[in-house]
């Protein structure tokens, strides 16, 4: 019988690989799937309602297939998770669970870049019974910013440290050569989940105290966030940012904020939008495909409101001036002119989404941008140390974005060393153990996303 050699990294038994969701992130974790099929033995399945869509982002591959895959159908669920190694889950995170409740029944790991539900962690015994882990929020943010803050954070202990203050503010935008609107902004992920950000009410610790801003305040309450010299943006607090102080060992922590960034100017003008009850999604603008956008404006104007125009009245609604950077940045977006929505039976969200898909579209050649920060302050043999760690990444056009690197990427490296049996955690997890971190972060610096650090 005649030896058989692989080659190095090589592997002589076939993993298959299930991508189910071919949306605007997973074009670059498709292509390193690709890009390693030969050298891993890997074949690729990828699934979405539009077949098309699979289609076009496997490019006819040899190692990969385009199928169509309806999530809602047990049929489909059960046939192609039978037939995978390991299965990730790109689909909107409400859409998870049915995915991993039949990766529990059929014994299967499981990565997605969504938090970790309540419902997906009430499955946390039933996968370590089965032996799989359910590898959640291994993407950007949640993901990177998990990864990278852990790393540091051990680092920090592991010396003696005691952290006093951690701060986190992730931003997906536009690249500085792209950025040809006042709004500084363009969509390069789903545009609803940036319509409805921030809805809730923000929770943090803040020099041991329990601070709340309710969504109605949550864009005023600003912090600048300076990169470098050159630039600086605006910082907003995420929906929750006490949960994480158990994750992170940071149980009594004195100030903990995790928050989004968005280019200056960008948060007053859109609390434009949420005073008027434009970012609503909770009801149906009767007759809306009959209504201009200045209609709709109108509508939500109070009648006691005075002017001589609708830009008049929305200035004086929001007690500044016609003037004013946020009135003007709200005018460009067409909210107030008299075209027609033409969208029947719409959310005054989706009123807005329509219009914003438009004035935000990304487009082809261009290139938007990933900005990460973390913020530590702690005490090190009796001296206060600041140290900030910033993450800049690029993208490289409209299809292989920063998004979908700093999202696709991390999924994808992460499946790699499940597969490869380097990963041996079981059960409901995200990435802030050492032996996910490390592994998955050292081979992202090979793809340009690396942090900058800086100590004083």
Not at 25 to 42: K, R
Not at 131 to 147: K, Q, R, S, T, V
Request: hydrophobic share 40%; with cysteine.
């Amino acid at each position: 019988m005649p030896f058989v050699i692989f080659a190095r990294n090589s592997f002589p038994v076939m993993r298959r690989i299930l991508l189910i969701g071919a949306g605007r992130s997973s074009s670059s974790l498709i292509n390193y799937f690709l890009e390693n099929a030969q050298t891993e033995n890997w074949t690729l399945t990828v699934g979405d309602v539009s077949v098309e869509s699979a289609r076009q982002k496997t490019n006819d591959h040899p190692a990969a297939t385009a199928v169509q895959f309806d999530i809602t159908s047990e049929t489909d669920r059960e046939k192609h998770i039978a037939n995978a190694d390991i299965v990730i889950s790109l689909l909107p995170a409400h859409m998870h669970l049915p995915v991993a409740i039949e990766c529990v029944k059929q014994k299967k790991d499981l990565v997605t870049a969504s938090y970790v539900s309540p419902e997906m962690q009430e499955l946390d015994a039933g996968a370590k019974v089965a032996d799989i882990i359910l590898l959640n929020e291994c993407g950007l943010d949640p993901g990177i910013d998990h990864m990278s803050a852990m790393q540091i954070i051990d680092e920090i202990k592991s010396k003696g440290g005691e952290l006093t203050s951690f701060k986190s503010y992730t931003g997906g935008l536009v690249a500085p050569e792209s950025n040809d609107n006042p709004w500084g902004y363009k969509f390069s992920w789903n545009p609803r989940n940036v319509i409805l950000a921030g809805q809730g009410t923000a929770r943090f610790v803040e020099n041991g105290k329990y601070k709340y801003i309710p969504y109605n305040r949550l864009f005023t309450e600003i912090e600048t966030i300076s990169v470098d010299e050159n630039n600086s943006y605006d910082g907003y607090a995420n929906r929750d940012s006490l949960a994480y102080r158990h994750h992170y060992g940071l149980e009594t922590i004195p100030t903990m904020l995790r928050g989004t960034l968005r280019q200056k100017g960008y948060c007053k003008a859109w609390n434009v939008f949420v005073k008027l009850g434009l970012t609503d999604d909770s009801f149906v603008v009767e007759g809306s495909s009959k209504m201009t956008f200045a209609q709709v404006v109108e509508s939500f104007i109070p009648k006691s409101v005075k002017g001589a125009t609708l830009k008049d009245r929305l200035a004086a609604f929001m007690n500044c001036t016609v003037n004013d950077e946020s009135i003007q940045l709200v005018e460009w977006t067409g909210i107030l002119a008299d075209d027609p929505i033409t969208v029947p039976d719409s959310t005054p969200a989706q009123i807005l989404q329509t219009l914003l898909e438009r004035k935000w579209l990304l487009r082809p050649e261009d290139k938007d941008m990933i900005v990460m920060q973390h913020i530590f302050e702690y005490k090190l043999a009796c001296k206060n140390v600041h140290h900030t760690s910033s993450l800049v990444v690029k993208g490289d056009n409209s299809i292989y974005t920063a998004m979908a690197k700093t999202v696709g990427l991390p999924v994808a490296i992460a499946a790699k060393f499940i597969l490869n049996k380097k990963i041996a955690l079981k059960g409901v997890q995200i990435p802030i153990d050492k032996s996910i971190y490390e592994p998955v972060l050292n081979e992202l610096e090979h793809y340009g996303i690396r942090f900058d650090e800086k100590v004083i």
